[in-house]
């Protein structure tokens, strides 16, 4: 496991870009795991400037999102779709249908789950790279503490923490939906590497957790002491109590 601090936010997306615009470079037609919430916008920022300055090209990669709100569809501009559009995939030169997430307004949440579940199963040598953020409980996409690591797209009760700490992007707390699909702990540990951000002093306690307590379920975020190629990313204040 490999980390390195950044003496701001800023620093962190720079390097972060620097490693996701180095596999790009290298593999044109890679798969990246992507996230959503306020920690990879500089980097998706910085990758789209590249873009635009014609250094980088997303014309051939694909991409799959950790998860998505239940309920929840493109024409909202809460869901993780319209987030990605908004804050990504339409400031860059990739095709939307290269792109993927969870689809919240589905019928069946079962077969959906499946679907999700074999499309990244299909993958050979599944995703290049995997982007994460982490909750202040330590969820890892919405893979919520828990007493058992769930490999596999499942629909999740979302924990109070993460409700309260996702009602600032809603008008008030109720507005969040209580459940959501998210991508298992399997495709994050089977990506060739996982690159995961973390800034700001409220995620100084999960991050020692993270990289220097127990591995457990309780801890989703822990599991990546076990990754072969996991590199961590955090600010001074975030790294403070390592
Ligand atoms: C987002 C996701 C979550 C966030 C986490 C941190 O797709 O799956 O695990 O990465 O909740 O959110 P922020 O970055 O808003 O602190």
Same mark, same amino acid.
């Given at each position: ?103 919240? +307004?589905?019928?069946?949440?079962? =077969? ?6 074999? &499309?990244? $199963?299909? %993958? ?99 599991? +990546?002491?076990?990754?072969?190629? =996991? ?6 204040? &975030?790294? $403070?109590? %390592?």
């Amino acid at each position: 496991m490999q980390l390195i601090v950044c003496d701001s936010y800023e620093e962190m997306s720079t390097k972060a870009a620097d490693i996701i615009g180095a596999l790009i470079s290298e593999k044109n037609d890679c798969t990246l795991g992507l996230a959503t919430g306020s920690t990879p916008v500089g980097t998706y920022r910085e990758l789209a400037r590249r873009c635009a300055q014609q250094s980088l090209s997303f014309s051939k990669v694909c991409t799959y999102n950790l998860d998505e709100y239940v309920g929840l569809g493109p024409d909202s501009d809460q869901s993780y779709v319209y987030f990605m559009r908004d804050n990504f995939f339409s400031h860059i030169d990739i095709d939307l249908s290269n792109t993927h997430l969870p689809d919240g +307004l589905c019928a069946d949440i079962d =077969a959906e789950c499946r679907r999700y579940s074999d &499309a990244l $199963a299909a %993958l050979s040598g599944g995703l290049d790279l995997q982007l994460l953020g982490i909750g202040i409980n330590g969820h890892i996409g919405f893979n919520e503490p828990d007493d058992i690591f769930i490999p596999d797209t499942h629909c999740v009760e979302l924990t109070q923490s993460t409700i309260e700490a996702n009602a600032r992007f809603f008008q008030t707390p109720d507005e969040v939906p209580r459940r959501a699909l998210t991508m298992g702990v399997r495709p994050i540990m089977r990506a060739k590497t996982v690159l995961t951000l973390v800034n700001g002093a409220a995620k100084a306690p999960i991050l020692k957790q993270a990289l220097q307590g127990p591995i457990t379920p309780h801890v989703p975020v822990s599991l +990546l002491q076990l990754h072969e190629n =996991a590199i961590f990313i955090a600010d001074r204040e &975030a790294a $403070a109590l %390592l």
